[in-house]
């Protein structure tokens, strides 16, 4: 019995990794459709990733391998939540090596925070009518030392935290102030984390003045762009669509209906191609976990521990 649920299980996992072959396949014949089109303008899936420094030894690898004759023109096809930014900019520059003529991105769905920086170093930025950049201030995962847990901040909330310190002194509201002020951390660690957005906004204008804005005052606007994109939206989360990319002087355009049917096509593909590689990591992982005793598995993490006792 035991035998035959391992070999049901195999052969599930097997033909997860069958499904995903096959989108691969399709999702590479629409590049190729849209690579044709352009004529000798490659094209690059930069799909489903999340930018780490591990990517970028990756996608150089694929571009030196099968990018060597792209004739100083690429585009890239962005899908990506983001990630970290210095890989980002790494990247961005490793595209302008092989986009050395001309660099356009092509985003169908999202291309947010570092992501966003990613796009932000080529000559135009083609967008579907969904299609969202995002905010690049910095999310930073911390220990709260008083309270013992994990909390996400970016340096935006670092600063309206002091402002609200310094606004309850200014009112006589001492106490609270001071209470506010002893929950804080470390002062040059609080510099630290202001500091990172600085990062972010010098990356930009790099970026910008040296290829999508040009004129001659390319670097007062790259950094009235930049400055937009690190400190002037409330939230990480905000959409940036077309329309307000256009308004804070992006150089982006709409893509045209044959491109956006290729393009968007190519995004359902990958979409779908991702949910099953969740599926079959998690049926990965439950194979794994389910060889361990009893008494190991109750001390798991509940969403585990309930996942794997309703599957066995």
């Keep these: 019995m035991v035998n035959n649920e391992k070999l049901e299980k195999s052969s599930e996992i097997e033909q997860l990794q069958e499904e995903i072959t096959k989108f691969d396949e399709e999702i590479k014949n629409k590049l190729d ?34 990018y060597k004759d ?37 985003v169908p769905r999202w291309a947010k925070s570092a992501a966003t920086l990613l796009v932000c170093s080529g000559n135009k930025i083609f967008m579907s009518p969904v299609a969202e950049l995002g905010p ?14 994990l909390e996400q901040f970016s340096p935006l909330h670092v600063r309206a935290t ?5 606004e309850e002194f200014e009112k006589g509201h001492d106490k609270l102030a001071k209470e ?30 040296t290829r999508m804005i040009s ?15 690190t400190k002037g939206y409330a939230d990480h989360s905000f959409c940036i669509n077309i329309e307000e990319a256009k308004n804070i002087g992006l150089n982006v355009t709409d893509l045209e209906e044959v491109e956006l049917d290729i393009i968007w096509e190519i995004h359902r593909l990958n979409r779908k191609r991702e949910d099953l590689k969740e599926k079959l990591r998690r049926e990965k992982v439950k194979e794994m976990i389910k060889e361990l005793p ?3 598995l109750d001390k798991l993490p509940e969403p585990i521990s309930d996942m794997l006792k309703t599957e066995i």
């Design 70 to 106: 792209c004739n100083g023109r690429l585009n890239v096809v962005v899908d990506s939540g983001g990630g970290d930014i210095d890989a980002a900019y790494n990247l961005s520059m490793l595209f302008r090596k092989y986009g050395c003529n001309e660099l356009n991105f092509l």
């Design 33 to 66: 459709q849209y690579q044709k089109s352009k004529q000798d303008c490659m094209c690059f899936p930069f799909l489903g990733v999340t930018i780490t420094r591990r990517l970028v030894d990756e996608i150089f690898q694929e571009l030196r391998t099968k």
């Design 215 to 229: 004129g001659d005052k390319k670097t007062e606007t790259a950094k009235s762009i930049a400055e937009k994109l």
């Design 180 to 209: 506010l002020t002893q929950r804080l951390q470390f002062p040059i660690t609080l510099g630290r984390f202001i500091k990172s957005s600085d990062i972010a906004e010098q990356y930009l204008v790099k970026l910008l003045e």
């Design 162 to 166: 002091l402002d609200i310190i310094r």
């Design 136 to 149: 690049l201030d910095p999310q930073i995962t911390e220990m709260n030392p008083l309270e013992r847990r």
């Design 294 to 296: 009893p008494e190991l």
